[in-house]
T-cell receptor, first 114, second 114 residues
């Protein structure tokens, strides 16, 4: 079945550091890929997405590129802020008749210190 | 436009008690989902619905029932709660299951089963 694997957390960085959170996937067909963010005590918000190979999703300084050859969708940000502290989830919806169902990775906790 | 709302926000149950979680959306979305979030496991799909009057099982449906009598509402029921159902429950909806459609999440219901 479909699956998403994220790097183990938690990740702790100083403000202005470079961030990478690795995400790899296994899926049939041509999945769409997503990064969701969950701030403390809140629900999930879409951060960015990509729907086909070589697409780059970007938002709020975060970027991720859909790499079909390596089945990856790594999240990056050049300079993190304290306000980026949250849980980040990589997810996919499979192609075909998936009915939009999301398959999530386990989540990566990011803490940014001043 | 309230988006996706969930009722209640928090509930404590004793083992064997029953309850219903309500999800409502005012975006005229066709597809709705119930997920549970457990530490270190990301979100897992419980049940979903592709339209009014329809329901289908997700990855972890045991111990739960759902109903979609009205397009805007998706109810999740626990007939006999167990401690293993202690979790945070999220509802989500999308307009269609088209490629790359964004799921909109509610704020979550935290359930504690003693």
């Amino acid at each position: 079945g479909d699956s998403v694997t994220q790097m183990e957390g938690p990740v702790t960085l100083s403000e202005e550091a470079f961030l990478t959170i690795n995400c790899t996937y296994t899926a049939t067909g041509y999945p769409s890929l997503f990064w969701y963010v969950q701030y403390p005590g809140e629900g999930l918000q879409l951060l960015l997405k990509a729907t086909k190979a070589d697409d780059k999703g970007s938002n709020k300084g975060f970027e991720a590129t859909y790499r079909k050859e390596t089945t990856s969708f790594h999240l990056e940000k050049g300079s993190v802020q304290v306000s980026d502290s949250a849980v980040y989830f990589c997810a996919l919806t499979a192609g075909g008749t998936s009915y939009g169902k999301l398959t999530f990775g386990q989540g990566t906790i990011l803490t940014v210190h001043p | 436009n309230a988006g996706v709302t969930q009722t209640p926000k928090f509930r404590v149950l004793k083992t064997g008690q029953s309850m219903t979680l309500l999800c409502a959306q005012d975006m005229n979305h066709e597809y709705m989902y119930w997920y549970r979030q457990d530490p270190g496991m990301g979100l897992r799909l419980i049940h979903y619905s592709v339209g009014e009057g329809t329901t289908a099982k997700g990855e972890v449906p045991d111990g739960y029932n759902v109903s979609r009598l009205k397009k805007q509402n998706f109810l999740l029921g626990l007939e006999s709660a167990a401690p293993s159902q202690t979790s945070v429950y999220f509802c989500a909806s999308i307009r269609t299951s088209g490629r790359g459609e964004t799921q909109y999440f509610g704020p979550g219901t935290r359930l504690l089963v003693l």
